[in-house]
């Protein structure tokens, strides 16, 4: 989303500098060989990485926010991105010092079901941290109305802004069939897709007796189980031991972890993309099927479902198993509406989700916030 939003940015004549560690993502990865301490030019922005110290499971770096503080007056606004994460509730902290205008992104943080987890550390975190960083932002930026009106504040008053995401649409994408072909998934029967992280919040515990039940009434597909979770690999190695033991073993593939090219083919090659969270706060992958003209089936967690509804671009349920499988059944056995919403998805995500309308928006909350 970072890079997305910097590259159309940059497009529209604003100077966007990322400030990041050399984290590699998960615990156990090696740090990104890279430049340190270093402005890297990219795509019209640029990209200053720093090292993870004086602890790196928390991507904390006092590098960065010394930096930031000896920079920040060159700037007009600070976009921070994610909250309950030490080096943002630190970086917040650093701009307000400074008095520069900062807007935070939750990215779900503050949604209720979220901060159920680690819920009595959280509220220690929060009243000391977070709640001061939220007083003092000039805006908190939420990717849906939904996300907007759950979201907790803590009892403090916002400005909040409604931005949601964009979709980078590819340069090039693989031929149709191609990479369902190299994963060995037949073509002659409906394919879908669950692409996400492996998670509880996710809804498998509704998708896959969804699935099998579907498969029992004698409604044939093939479903691809796209995603992984290295910070929980005991839940993803259950679902995939589910997966094994039933009746859906003979009718799914699982990839893992997909990206580039064979993401990309996955997304154009099915037939549906599902995900029935519990809560998200937006679901890129949602946007990103859309844009290849696969339509989706979601639950009314997923806080893109009012704009795929309104759009026909795909189907929404609620989160139970009968109404998931219900719904999943009708879009399969309807191939012509699964293409018309498939068409429905590519324009809604074309008018409403490029990246360069996203960026235009986005400028005037800017110059709202600085105000």
């Given amino acids: ?26 615990v156990g990865q090696p740090p990104l060989d890279v430049p340190l301490a270093k402005p890297i030019l990219e795509n019209g922005y640029q990209v200053i990485y720093f090292p993870c110290s004086p602890f790196r499971r928390y991507k904390f770096s006092l590098g960065l926010l010394n930096w930031l503080a000896k920079e920040a007056h060159r700037y007009d606004i600070a976009h921070i991105h994610a909250l309950f994460s030490p080096v943002s509730t630190a970086a917040a902290t650093v701009c307000r010092q400074k008095k520069l205008p900062y807007l935070l992104r939750p990215l779900g943080t503050l949604d209720p079901a979220d901060l159920l987890k680690k819920q009595h550390l959280k509220k220690i975190y929060a009243a000391l941290l977070e709640k001061p960083n939220i007083a003092g932002a ?22 909040d802004f409604v931005v949601p995401l964009g979709v980078n649409f590819p340069k090039s994408i693989p031929e149709k069939g191609k990479i369902s ?16 992280r492996i998670d509880p919040k996710k809804g498998l515990d509704l998708l896959l007796p969804a699935l099998e039940t579907l498969l029992d009434k004698g409604i044939d597909f093939h479903f691809v189980l796209a ?25 799914t593939t699982i990839t893992g972890f997909v990206e580039g090219e064979v993401k990309l083919g996955l997304l154009l090659d099915a037939d549906l993309l599902v995900l029935p969270s519990y809560y998200e706060n937006f679901g890129i992958a949602v946007a990103e099927a859309m844009g290849m003209g696969t339509p989706v089936v979601i639950s009314d967690q997923v806080h893109i479902w009012e704009a795929v509804e309104k759009a026909a671009a795909g189907w929404v349920t609620q989160c139970h198993v009968a109404d998931l499988t219900q719904t999943l059944q009708i879009a399969l056995q309807d191939p012509y509406e699964r293409e018309q919403r498939g068409k429905n998805a590519l324009s809604l995500v074309t008018e409403q989700y490029s990246w360069d309308a996203i960026a235009q928006k986005m400028i005037t909350v800017y110059q709202q916030a600085i105000k």
Wanted: with cysteine; hydrophobic share 35%.
């Fill in 1 to 26: 989303m970072v890079i997305g939003l910097s590259s159309a940015l940059a497009r529209q004549g604003v100077e966007v500098t990322i400030l990041t560690t050399n984290s590699n993502g998960d």
């Fill in 138 to 159: 000039a805006g908190i930026h939420f990717t849906s109305e939904q996300e907007c009106q759950i979201s907790e504040r803590f009892g403090i008053h916002t400005q």
């Fill in 181 to 196: 072909h190299q994963l060995g998934i037949p073509h002659q029967v409906p394919l879908i897709v669950f692409m996400s």
């Fill in 227 to 251: 995603g992984s979770n290295p910070q929980d690999p005991i839940y993803e190695n259950q679902i995939k031991q589910r997966i094994e033991g039933s009746v859906l073993a003979k009718h």
